[in-house]
């Protein structure tokens, strides 16, 4: 049986080779019911992480054709369609750790956007979930202490405005979810 290999890090990353045109707006365009979930990465010292990339991930309220389109002559993706809605969104954060999605609300039965982030330095990507209504019985939530569940939570700024910062070291440090592949 082959031994594993050391993992590499994640990144440097290449724009042109991972950004779509709307990458942040998983919400069709004109949307009523869009949500803005917007937040910082940060690392271990409370600095912003200018090159992480975030990606969300949600349960789609009702399943509907990919948002997506790909140019049938060069295969490359010019951006989204406006119209349909697949649940998901990847941006890169700007100079400050800044990042911003615009999305639906997720359904009642899962009220969590599932959260990827890639970042220089880390030899693996992170999973985590910002939740958006902590009020249900979740287990994932229930399972943790109080303190450590409210980095998890995503707080309401305003009306349809969320903000999530997600730290990757630290006192503040983020739950970041380890899923095994065996």
Known sequence: ?????????VGPFFGYALSTPGGG??????????LTVHGYVRDGQ???VPD?????WQRVPKARPGSLRRDPVTGGSPGRDGVGF??????ATDADGHWVIRTLA???AAPYLAIVVFARGLAHH????????PTGSDRLLSALAPERAATLVAREERQG???FDIHLQGEKETVFLDFHHD
């Open 106 to 108: 997720p359904p009642a």
């Open 126 to 133: 992170l999973h985590t979930r910002a939740y958006l209504d």
């Open 46 to 48: 409370g600095d912003p």
């Open 52 to 56: 992480a990339l975030v990606e969300t």
């Open 1 to 9: 049986m082959p031994r594993p290999t050391p993992s590499q890090t």
């Open 161 to 163: 405005t969320h903000r």
């Open 86 to 91: 697949t649940g998901f969104g990847r941006v």
């Open 25 to 34: 707006d998983a919400a069709p365009a004109g949307h009523p019911d869009t």
